[in-house]
């Protein structure tokens, strides 16, 4: 599994972690049912502690994502989160695109770089 840990991004470890296990989800490259690997494998791999992993697993199973089968591993699940609805979807997008007017963008360059990412995202998840 390709994931990287930023030591300069603000977000905690486990959040990155998580976020990077949902863009792969997102574009297609772990599909339902794929096995991830265990705690232990993927805090050894990534150099961070195993209560780390664990709980980027516990919020992603919170999240609907995957199912966490204790002692048989953590799967993607089948079902998105369809139980969340527009407004929590949308809560995080409303958070970036106020960064990205705080941080100048003008409106065309904000979408501009929405439909990239989206390209980007959509390209590997069909």
Request: net charge positive; hydrophobic share 40%.
């Amino acid at each position: 599994m390709l994931l990287t840990i930023n030591t300069a991004d603000s977000r905690p470890i486990y959040q990155q972690v998580a976020d990077g296990i949902k863009e792969l989800i997102a574009r297609g490259k772990l599909v339902e049912g794929a096995s991830l690997p265990p705690v232990r494998q993927l805090a050894a791999d990534l150099g961070v502690n195993l209560n780390t992993i664990a709980t980027a697993y516990r919020e992603l199973q919170e999240e609907g994502l995957i199912v966490i089968k204790h002692g048989s591993g953590s799967v993607v699940a089948s079902c998105t989160m369809t139980e969340r609805s527009q407004d929590e979807l949308l809560r995080p997008l409303r958070t970036a695109l106020t960064e990205l007017i705080l941080a100048g963008r003008s409106p065309s360059k904000i979408l501009s770089m929405v439909a990239r990412e989206l390209t980007l995202v959509g390209k590997q998840s069909k």
